[in-house]
């Protein structure tokens, strides 16, 4: 069902698609954005004093919680001609392969302006163990 602006309700949820990480998805992550930090792809590295991290092996880059934060945002929003317009994340926990993750957001406000109609979410990034893994805020902005 299509969502409209006029449907909206504080406190209505969006769920996002499940995402199982392997070393194989956060590889192709990093080819996708052309960022090859060892932090993603080498377990050597992230072993005693040269990794410098206490994160005990490859991490899913942080960039891919953001990605399936906006798909859940585009599938939500683009039926109804709104777009995904600011989203600002935190990463709260580090990704690891075998990990499940699930974003999902919660609509917290409603506003309309002159020339728009907009709608604040926050949202998470959940693991399979409903730990969070990245929280922040996205605007959506719906056609006037």
């Known amino acids: 069902m299509t969502v409209t602006f006029e449907g909206i309700n504080a406190g209505d949820t969006i769920e996002g698609p499940s995402f199982a990480v392997s070393r194989e998805s956060i590889r192709q992550f990093c080819d996708a954005s052309l960022d090859y930090n060892p932090l993603h792809l080498d377990d050597d590295y992230m072993k005693g004093q040269f990794g410098k991290t ?16 906006s798909r859940m945002l585009t599938d939500w929003a683009y039926p109804a001609g709104a777009i995904h317009r600011r989203l600002e994340t935190r990463w709260v926990k580090p990704v690891r392969p075998g990990d499940t993750i699930h974003p999902s957001g919660i609509i917290k406000a409603k506003r309309v302006t002159a020339k728009a109609r907009w709608v604040l979410i ?3 990034v959940r693991n399979q163990d409903q730990e ?11 056609p006037a």
Do not use: P, S, Y
């Not at 969070?132 to 719906?142: D, I, Q």
């Open 122 to 124: 926050d949202v998470v």
């Open 54 to 69: 206490q994160f005990g092996g490859v991490i899913m880059h942080g960039m891919n919680n953001f990605g399936l934060i």
């Open 132 to 142: 969070r893994v990245a929280t922040g805020e996205a605007m959506v902005e719906f």
